[in-house]
């Protein structure tokens, strides 16, 4: 027996109800058509998705958690990117 | 709402020798999918990896589901009260119906993989004809069954590509697997007498078509495969008539083991 490990892939439903994939697990599996089946056994057994995306997992890029402070606080202070700041006048229906 | 009569049914009342072939039919049909189902949950925590256990075991309870709805309907055709679970848990080997085929043992991964895939070419050409055949009972399990086979057919064609175009291990694997087992696909379309007479009645598809239809996808399949088609091989059968090989007594006697022990035991 050969043991090399077939490669990871990370699987992405749609549900029924969502029109996004989204992320569930990952699996492992020799080529795209095998992950596809074995993200159908493993990941939709119980009618949760209508749609299977697969990536094999070292193709997905990650950010690195050490830029946490430089990507996101900036944004904190900048509150009139936010739809909620504004004031919406009265006359304006349906909003 | 009009209250018109429901259209009159387009087949007559089934003859005495109909009624009387299609219990043993529909119990062959039953017992294939149970034993099956048993073999393929046998590896359930044995798979060679995690998603390919649970996709043997998806298989067997696709199979198992089947399975229950023929011996419904057999127990409901034979009309003496036996039960769903008499007719699977009660029954001797000489009085099980499946083919020789499918109570082989598992083997090795390649094993049951060509076991399967035997299978899966019958049973998948099998549910489209029932599907649209003139019983309504068998119809509908068919209806729902074939979606099932057809992903199974899937599943077990793709690895015999990839057993046979694989490495020189996978490929003598699946060469030692198809020399051991093709000599039992002979007898999923050899028909039994019961099977003859509904085929004359039209309640059982022609079984030349069928194997016709299998014989292209095997061939389809192989080729990719870079894999030899069986020629000339001598069929073994016996099943359908209840002639088992020595395994059928064994998986029986796990299967039967706890209302065989415990007679009524639910839980």
Known sequence: MSQKEWPLWEVFIRSKQGLDHKHVGSLHAADAEMAIQNARDVYTRRLEGVSIWVVESKHVHASNPDDAAAFYEPANDKIYRHPTFYQVPDSIKHM | ?267
């Not at chain 2, 044995?46 to 067997?60: K, R, T, Y």
């Not at chain 2, 003859?196 to 079984?207: M, R, S």
Request: net charge negative.
């Open chain 2, 1 to 267: 709402m009009t209250d018109s009569p429901m259209p009159a049914q387009a087949t007559t009342a089934p003859t005495p020798e109909v009624q009387a072939n299609l219990f043993p039919f529909v119990l062959q049909l039953a017992d294939t999918s149970l034993i099956l189902a048993h073999r393929l949950s046998e590896w359930c925590g044995h798979g060679p990896i995690l998603e390919q256990d649970l996709a043997m075991a998806n298989i067997a309870l696709d199979l198992l589901g089947e399975a229950r709805s023929y011996y419904q309907y057999a127990a409901e055709l034979e009309g003496k009260g036996r039960t769903e679970d008499d007719l699977a848990y009660l029954r001797s080997a000489v009085e099980y119906r499946n083919p020789l085929l499918v109570e082989q043992p598992n083997g090795d991964f390649a094993g049951t993989i060509v076991r399967q895939f035997i299978y899966d070419c019958f049973h998948y050409h099998l549910l489209l004809q029932l599907k649209s055949g003139p019983d309504a009972h068998l119809a509908a399990i068919a209806e729902k069954s074939v979606k099932e086979a057809a992903y199974h057919i899937k599943w077990s064609s793709e690895w015999v590509i990839r057993l046979g175009d694989g490495t020189e291990e996978s490929r003598r694997r699946v060469e030692k697997a198809i020399n051991t087992l093709w000599r039992y696909a002979g007898e999923l379309t050899t028909p039994s007498a019961a099977e003859k007479a509904l085929q004359a009645a039209g309640l059982v598809p022609d079984y030349a078509a069928i194997q016709a239809q299998v014989d292209a996808h095997v061939a389809r399949v192989f080729e990719e495969a870079t894999l030899p088609v069986p020629q000339g091989v001598f069929m073994q059968k016996g099943g359908k008539d209840g002639r088992h090989s020595e395994h059928l007594g064994y998986l029986l006697a796990e299967l039967q083991y706890l209302q065989r022990t415990y007679p009524g035991l639910q839980w």
